[in-house]
């Protein structure tokens, strides 16, 4: 069976060494080890972060102007402590020398650790295994740990040299050297074209104080350990490592896949040392380096326990150094040295403590620490074990890379590698705090906890960009703004409404917000709401709506707009959160200020193009060309790398979803058919250039109810990484696009929605799963989801202890209230409810014209009599184009017909006033001859069909574009037949657009798949089709019906039931 909480790489490829360190890196959200080799030789990048630690340097602009970010912030690549050189008989140990005759790398999402095993022929034919295994503590923030062993295990030259046991013969000792090394000339990989790679810096950022190596007197730990400071950033660091050596026997089986590390057991066995150590600090190395003679079948095992701690100066230091330091030393006149004191003691307390516990110890904290993570948030897909994997992959990323402290967010590359130079982007609000949120509160909080503790800058940041409150920045460390580029960074002010978002989700599913005082969301919230009042006006020219002009939205192939669309309607969304959480005494928000807020919300402008039922991403991209895509080279995306911006922003273009993503946030903001219709109208201008691109696009296809389309994006996005999908996962990990794989089953195949303080889920699940499963923390508990393909479970876990998360306990509630589709379900602890998935007949919606009575004769004469007053053509072929078609599109059809034919449309323009003048006219004609109409009119079928649906209990609902409608069934007596009647003036697009459809399902409070439409017209089968709504249709010409019948008087119950 496959384990799916690992990832394993077998088979060593040179190729592969790039993507494979960034997949298999290891770390706690503080300290990051890439998944480099320990040897220098053959390695792409080698690599070592610390969240938040990093250097500045001056944005150096051709052209500047006011308000421009000033510094560079970026990420460092600090001294490589998991250097190990090791010499067999004086061959260095290197993957592209000798042969490899085996090799694996395992990252392990149970245990935390990354393994890897090589089975190594030296070109003198000596055989050596090396199992290495590191692991970051969770529990020791500071700290890292490394296990090298080197077992002989014989000669090429032996019959039985494979053997573990390695007794193949008299062959004398072999002589293994192992050099346990820190690597301070580690640098940060250099700026290519590629604006999302690398550093800009002009000089080394980082500098060495000092750097020494101390070898054991006897028994104890070989000492290397430095201490550096930043040049510009006023940071400090100081590490240190200890090495340890062991010799033992090689006991049995010693594969990555077979022996539990935490329990290996260690046989002490005789061994000659050579030497006492050689020490060496050179070329910004330090090493001590150890040589044993050992025969076939013995081991050495070296331990490595790490700590690098950081600081910044003193205060005074920091103040002083305003303008950088060139030469690299402390402004404020004291030593790098003496600050660097206090520090290198903790490095050395902290090393120490990780020493004395032990390797075995570290492993079971950090089972420990994972047993408790997944216990919510495993994950469990069905007959796809490949994206069970990935999707497992994902969550422990994130886990490894969010910062934990509340003075760091998360990268979006994580610590895996330094693209986009280690920045924090809006990506930990939108994309990452969702999924914290539900499987682990505290990390979230901790991600907004950052951003509150940066409220300074924001200040400060808003000030000088001429607005009230605060403004986050869109890429930063430290709370600074370091985006250069305006159009695409600080112009995204929806950042400030993703932040006030996702603390509101929190709130919502915390209450107390996991720890968050009550007074630093109050403080936000006023904050972020004070600079949307500044930044947008009441603009007559738009009706005296609140507009924000200037803007750019998640689209970064858009910018510098008025009225991105999901830019105003998150800004509304954050004015009425941030007005509910100051309306408490004590928050300094008085109640005329909240009250302003209010109203700009409920005055906000959001653009909406009534002609095609669209909401425009913005007030100009409805007047934009669409890009030329089948002229572009598919080897000229991502757009951005082969374009001027210019040039992609004058078109019809997106790098990922912006108005569809709004529509996903705000699902109450938007009926079904509006997302239907906007996920249509933007999907092929997407490119996915952007990795946060899939997920989006999958959550909504299934909202829409395209289940292989969702599962097609599902599978690039849980790909993104693992598969190399886009040709950078060299430069890091995608952890957007890694909380999209969650997103993407939980917000999708699950459907589930955090809006308005419900919860809600509308399951489906991909044709090739047998089945999904997860948890969710709400308000304390765990909610556990099983769908399978005909059923859903809902499971709330017991209120013992031992099963709820401790950090649960504070916001504990005895049961649980949400929604199955529109069905409000309620759980107390230990409860489970199923529900069926199956669609099944429960109400059946139904034209009028055509399926109940006949009026098309009625219609033909009034549109006659209309087209000889105006002195237009019109024929029965004409009229059969109108059927299900509003009156006053009817009335566009006819005179399209006419302009085709050369035919005079009356000498008048038709305007907009005259069409409607026209169509009223029309109607008054048809009203005239429902005179005669009655009971007798009913087509045939349709009495016993409704009497036979009413007896078994099915609803049914009148779904016409007549406005005429309610009278004709006075006139039929069949008022009383119906459940409801839609009232066409209130669906905003008639057929062929659902909208009429979807709402006569929610009139029926029938989930829409579990109807049936009754439809005569082409207009009225596609609409169905639109809404995922089973059709019949009522004549054999009618393409794409579930079910087509000559007459009426062929339905019958049975036969719709069928359908199902």
Not at 253 to 272: M, Q
Not at 339 to 347: H, K, N, R, W
Not at 389 to 399: D, E, G, I, Q, T
Request: glycine content about 8%; charged content about 20%; hydrophobic content about 40%.
């Amino acid at each position: 069976m496959t384990d799916t909480m690992k990832l394993v790489r077998r088979g060593y490829s040179a190729a592969d060494a790039a993507r494979s360190e960034t997949l298999f890196t290891v770390a706690n959200g503080t300290f990051g080890l890439r998944g480099d080799y320990e040897e220098r030789a053959g390695c792409f990048h080698k690599g070592t972060y610390i969240n938040g630690f990093f250097d500045s340097e001056p944005i150096v602009y051709g052209e500047s102007a006011f308000g421009y970010a000033k510094e560079h912030q970026t990420l460092l690549n600090v001294p490589d402590p998991k250097n190990v050189e090791l010499t067999v008989n004086g061959h260095p140990f290197s993957l592209d020398s000798g042969t490899v005759a085996s090799f694996s790398q395992t990252l392990d999402f149970r245990s935390g650790l990354m393994t890897r095993l090589v089975d190594w022929i030296a070109p003198d034919g000596t055989c050596v295994r090396i199992r290495s295994e590191r692991l970051v503590p969770f529990t020791r923030s500071t700290c890292a740990a490394i296990r090298y062993d080197v077992t002989v295990t014989g000669h090429a030259g032996d019959s039985g040299h494979a053997d573990d046991s390695g007794q193949t013969g008299d062959r004398q000792p072999v002589t293994v050297r192992i050099e346990s090394a820190v690597d301070a000339s580690v640098r940060n990989l250099s700026a290519e074209d590629d604006p999302r790679v690398g550093a800009k810096f002009s000089s080394a950022p980082l500098l060495i104080d000092r750097l020494s190596a101390v070898p054991a007197e006897t028994d104890g730990f070989d000492v290397v350990s430095f201490g550096a400071h930043t040049r510009n950033s006023g940071l400090l660091l100081a590490g240190t490592v200890l090495s340890r050596y062991s010799v033992f026997e090689a006991g049995g089986a010693h594969t990555a896949d077979a022996v539990d590390v935490c329990d290996a057991t260690e046989v002490a066995a005789e061994a000659e040392f050579t030497d006492s150590g050689e020490c060496s600090v050179c070329g910004g190395r330090g090493c001590i380096a150890r040589t044993f003679s050992l025969a076939a079948g013995q081991s050495v095992r070296l331990e490595k326990f790490i700590s690098y701690d950081t600081a910044r100066r003193s205060d005074s230091a920091s103040n002083k150094k305003q303008s950088g330091s060139r030469n690299g030393e402390p402004q404020d006149g004291t030593q790098t040295g003496e600050q660097d004191a206090p520090l290198a003691a903790f490095a050395m307390v902290h090393a120490s403590e990780a020493a004395s516990a032990g390797f075995p110890a570290l492993c079971r904290e950090q089972r420990a620490y994972l047993d408790d993570f997944w216990r919510t948030a495993a994950v469990s897909i069905g007959a796809d074990s490949e994206s069970e994997r990935a999707v497992r992959f994902s969550l422990f990323h994130l886990l490894q890379s969010a910062g934990k402290d509340g003075r760091t967010s998360i990268a979006a590359k994580g610590l895996t590698a330094e693209g986009y130079e280690g920045h924090f982007f809006w990506d930990s609000e939108a994309y990452v705090c969702p999924v914290f949120t539900y499987l682990k509160p505290s990390v979230a909080a901790s991600l907004l906890r950052f951003r509150i503790g940066t409220l300074p800058a924001a200040r400060e940041r808003a000030a000088q960009m001429n607005a009230a409150g605060a403004l986050f920045p869109w890429r930063t460390i430290d709370g600074a703004e370091t985006s250069a580029y305006f159009p695409a960074g600080t112009a995204q002010y929806h950042i400030n409404a993703d932040i006030m978002f996702a603390l509101n989700r929190l709130l919502t599913a915390v209450p107390g917000g996991a720890g968050i005082p009550e007074r630093d969301t109050a403080e936000l919230a006023a904050e972020t709401a004070r600079m949307w009042m500044s930044l947008g006006s009441y603009i007559p020219e738009k009706g005296g709506r609140f507009c924000i002009n200037e803007v750019t939205g998640p689209d970064e192939y858009t910018a510098c707009v008025n009225n991105n669309a999901y830019t105003n309607l998150m800004a509304r969304e954050n004015l009425r959160i941030s007005a509910a959480l100051c309306a408490h005494a004590g928050s300094g928000v008085s109640e005329a200020e909240r009250e302003s807020w209010l109203r700009a919300a409920d005055s906000m402008y959001v653009p909406y193009d009534a002609a095609s039922g669209v909401y425009p991403q913005d007030d100009s991209f409805m007047e934009k060309a669409p890009w030329d895509f089948a002229g572009t080279p598919p080897d000229h995306y991502p757009l951005l790398l082969h374009y001027h911006p210019l040039v992609i922003y004058r078109y019809r273009v997106l790098k990922q979803p912006d108005l569809v993503l709004a529509q996903f946030l705000l699902p109450d903001q938007f009926s079904l058919a509006e997302k239907i219709r906007n996920f249509r109208f933007y999907e092929p201008y997407t490119t996915g250039d952007s990795s946060l691109s899939h997920c989006i696009q999958s959550i909504m296809a299934c909202e829409i109810g395209d289940g292989d389309k969702a599962e097609r994006y599902f599978r690039r996005t849980v790909a993104m990484d693992i598969a190399d999908e886009h040709g950078n996962t060299r430069d890091g990990i995608h952890t957007a696009c890694m909380a999209g794989s969650w997103m993407a089953l939980v917000y999708g195949f699950a459907g589930f929605r955090d809006y308005g303080g419900k919860w809600r889920f509308a399951p489906q699940l991909p044709r090739s799963w047998t089945s999904l499963s997860f948890s969710l923390l709400l308000r304390g508990q765990r909610l556990t989801v099983e769908i399978l393909p005909d059923s859903v479970t809902y499971s709330l876990g017991s209120p013992d202890a031992a099963e709820r998360p401790p950090e649960s306990a504070s916001s504990f509630i005895p049961a649980l209230s949400f929604f199955h589709r529109n069905r409000a379900v309620t759980l107390r602890c230990g409860e489970s409810r199923s529900f069926s998935l199956r669609s099944e007949l429960k109400a059946v919606l139904c034209d009028l014209d055509g399926v109940i009575t006949d009026t098309a004769e009625l219609h033909y004469q009034a549109w006659q009599k209309i087209a000889n007053r105006y002195g237009l053509h019109f024929d029965r072929a004409v009229n059969e184009k109108l059927r299900g078609v509003s009156r006053e599109a009817s009335l566009e059809l006819i005179l399209a017909h006419n302009r085709r034919i050369s035919v005079s449309s009356g000498g008048e323009e038709w305007t907009p006033e005259r069409i409607k003048r026209a169509a009223a006219e029309k109607n008054g004609v048809y009203v005239s001859l429902l005179e005669n109409l009655g009971p007798a009119d009913i087509l045939p079928g349709i009495a016993p069909l409704f009497t036979e649906l009413r007896e078994r209990g099915i609803k049914i609902i009148l779904a016409s574009a007549s406005a005429n409608a309610p009278e004709v069934c006075r006139r039929l007596g069949i008022t009383e037949r119906f459940d409801a009647i839609v009232d066409p003036a209130s669906v905003k697009m008639m057929k062929p657009e659902p909208d009429i459809f979807l709402a006569a399902a929610a009139l029926a409070g029938v989930w829409h798949t579990d109807c049936v439409g009754i439809e005569d017209a082409q207009a009225g089968i596609d609409a169905l089709n639109a809404a995922g709504i089973k059709s019949v249709g009522i004549g054999a010409a009618l393409r794409g019906a579930d079910l087509t019948v000559c007459d009426t008087s062929l339905l019958e119950y049975r036969r719709l039931a069928e359908l199902f």
